[in-house]
């Protein structure tokens, strides 16, 4: 089944309900087609100025689409932090032993939601360098109107965001080498020790000494738009159509499928809030390695090439 690229979900249906800290009636700045970050900055004034927590989503399932307040609901906020907080998928995928399973991938299941005491000034204190560049003072944050501070909200968790997913230097070299390890794993059908490569990957490395969740899912995800819809010279031509997931079922097939088919129109990275939110963060770890084996996998089938040399030379 083939995502909707990234768009705004309604999340002022979220706030309905018996336990939210921010009743309709108090009016809490939100209006239908919000985007998720506007909510955040509703959290941070609420926080400041009442002494309350934020909300926040921690996984939203397969096929939500933010239309419809999940069942059992309480106070949230969605995750638009989604690298810092990628560790939230292991609350719906535990590790997993072998990447191959015996049965079809279940779905990833309803939103499974969370309350988290001091998350707003947390979040503040990781945006506070960006806020800054916007004119917005974390200590003292005087804006004329939330929507100047939503705007401004917008643009610095693109960027937080945007630098997560877009590993540079070592950052990068680090994902590059481990998705070549997991690829080769596969190919080898050591699907065992793929599996305990991914469950080892950490969420964030504050000091870039390992990959990371979310640098190996944006470079997997890059490589991929860049190999299926033709924009990489070297890939082999009309390989998109031959790529197909190994036979079998995989942890985060389901991921896979939705991932190949948007990175043959080259939508697979910019779909990355949809996929998050949609599938969850291990199931999209594991669905875009899984993507990445199989396209590698066709690309040397095709040219003829050994499947580990070419894994080393075209995953970089």
């Avoid at 970050?37 to 921690?58: H, K, M, P, T």
């Avoid at 680090?174 to 998705?179: E, F, M």
Wanted: charged content about 25%; aromatic content about 4%; some cysteine.
């Amino acid at each position: 089944m083939e995502l909707d690229p990234p768009r705004a979900f309604d999340v002022s249906a979220l706030l309905v309900g018996d336990g939210l800290g921010c009743p309709p009636a108090e009016g809490c700045g939100l209006a239908s087609g919000a985007q998720p970050e506007r909510l955040i900055g509703v959290a941070f004034l609420r926080e400041r100025r009442r002494s309350n927590d934020c909300f926040q989503v921690v996984e939203a399932g397969a096929g939500w689409d933010g239309r419809e307040s999940p069942p059992g609901a309480r106070a949230h906020r969605p995750d638009s932090l989604i690298s810092r907080r990628l560790r939230a998928g292991e609350t719906r995928m535990s590790a997993v032993a072998n990447m191959r399973r015996r049965t079809p991938e279940p779905p990833a299941g309803p939103p499974e939601v969370h309350f988290t005491p001091g998350l707003a000034n947390e979040t503040l204190r990781e945006l506070a360098p960006l806020l800054a560049e916007e004119g917005i003072d974390v200590d003292n944050i005087d804006v004329p109107d939330l929507d100047t501070l939503q705007h401004a909200m917008n643009r610095a968790v693109e960027r937080h965001n945007m630098a997560r997913f877009t590993p540079v230097g070592p950052a990068r070299e680090h994902a590059v080498v481990l998705l070549r390890r997991i690829v080769e794993a596969i190919a080898a059908d050591d699907t065992t020790h793929a599996a305990a490569l991914l469950d080892s990957v950490p969420p964030e490395s504050p000091d870039n000494a390992t990959a990371t969740v979310a640098g190996c899912i944006g470079v997997a995800l890059g490589l991929l738009d860049e190999w299926l819809s033709g924009h990489d010279p070297r890939a082999p031509g009309g390989l998109a159509p031959h790529v197909a997931l190994p036979a079998g079922h995989w942890a985060g097939e389901r991921a896979a499928t939705d991932i190949l088919a948007l990175a043959r129109k080259a939508r697979a990275f910019r779909s990355l809030d949809t996929l998050l939110i949609r599938q969850g963060g291990k199931h999209v770890l594991y669905g875009s390695a899984l993507a990445l084996a199989a396209a590698t996998q066709t690309w040397a089938r095709t040219s003829g090439t050994p499947a580990r040399e070419l894994t080393r030379t075209v995953i970089r």
